[in-house]
């Protein structure tokens, strides 16, 4: 079973930067990043293969969060710029996919989850 474990996470004024890690048990686990704001469903951000081959981004990430990974020591980044106050939430990482690939980028495609890292965005 695959371990993960997400950090970064903090307090952080609109406009500033925040880098989550996902720490993860296997190097070659197709990794998604999660997000769940206030009175809001759980919904995707960004899902990077194993080998950083196929990435996706979900709504909330395009143009300003970018996902990337250090196979060497299992862990996998969201670099998020440009944070706004409605990007409040916990972050969690979670495996998708199979064998190192997923298809869609998903909420339903994650399997396994990490506890969640808490950032806010606040002034």
């Known amino acids: 079973q695959v371990q993960l474990e997400e950090s970064g996470g903090g307090l952080v004024q609109p406009g500033g930067s925040l880098r989550l890690s996902c720490q993860v048990s296997?190097?070659?686990?197709?990794i998604g990043w999660f997000r769940q704001t206030p009175g809001n469903v759980r919904e995707e951000v960004a899902c990077i293969d194993g080998t950083s081959s196929h990435i996706a981004y979900g709504n909330p990430a395009k143009g300003r969060f970018t996902v990337s990974r250090e196979n060497v020591k299992n862990l996998v980044y969201l670099q998020m710029n440009s944070l706004k106050p409605e990007d409040t939430g916990v972050y969690y990482c979670a495996t998708v996919g199979r064998s190192g690939r997923f298809g869609l980028c998903s909420v339903a495609a994650a399997r396994q989850w990490g506890q969640g890292t808490q950032v806010i965005v606040s002034s």
């Open positions: 296997f190097d070659d686990t197709a």
